[in-house]
């Protein structure tokens, strides 16, 4: 589990510990009323589905936020020359990471950021509408253009941020899981 220090851009673990109990039959106070620090434990599960795989120059999926549908995703194409992993070139290998709110210096603020991605930093979740607005991070969008891009893309960022600073303040875990599924190869209807 994490705790995010925004202050210092930064984010520490922390280590859960036994409960507190009374420190005799007569003390029957709580433990957060004898000082002690009460952290979450719920988590905040997020889930990429890669589902359309058509071209050359992107991938898009679904974004799910605890099982319910949040956004339309998309990524840099699955490999690049037969290559999977490459920096620039290729979305993150599926798997299970973390999300972090980390600064960016690019979009000089925090933003959510994946990690830990094998051979890869600075994978952040924001907002874009094509392939040659990523390097590699992840982009939202509320509605699915054609193939090859998203739209609506600042309110869906803004519409998870919301959630996801929600679950920072309340000191929730934040996982995502990114699948490849079953791909779709048709066109989006128009």
């Known amino acids: 589990m994490y ?16 409960p507190i109990h009374p420190r005799n039959d007569n003390d029957r ?3 957060h009323e004898r000082g002690a620090v009460q952290y979450s434990t719920h988590r905040m599960q997020l889930l990429i589905q890669r589902i359309w795989d058509t071209n050359p120059e992107c991938v898009i999926g679904s974004l799910y936020v605890d099982g319910a549908v949040e956004a339309f995703t998309l990524e840099l194409p699955l ?4 290559c ?3 920096h620039n070139k290729t979305c993150i290998p599926a798997g299970q990471y973390t ?16 990690v830990p ?27 699915r253009i054609s193939d090859r891009m998203i739209g609506e893309s600042v309110i869906a960022f803004e519409e998870l941020e919301s959630k996801l600073d929600s679950a920072w303040a309340n000191h929730e875990e934040i ?10 190869t048709t066109q989006p209807s128009e």
């Open 3 to 18: 705790v995010n220090d925004v202050s210092a851009g930064k984010s520490m673990a922390f280590h859960r510990v036994a």
């Open 29 to 31: 106070t709580l433990p």
């Open 79 to 82: 490999s690049f020359e037969g």
């Open 84 to 86: 999977s992993n490459v």
């Open 99 to 114: 999300v972090e709110r980390l600064f960016s210096p690019h979009f000089n603020r925090m933003m959510p950021h994946i």
């Open 117 to 143: 991605v094998p051979d890869r930093d600075n994978i952040m979740i924001h907002f874009g509408n094509t392939a040659k607005d990523t390097d590699g991070c992840l982009l939202l969008g509320k509605t």
């Open 175 to 184: 996982t995502i899981e990114i699948r490849n599924v079953a791909f779709v």
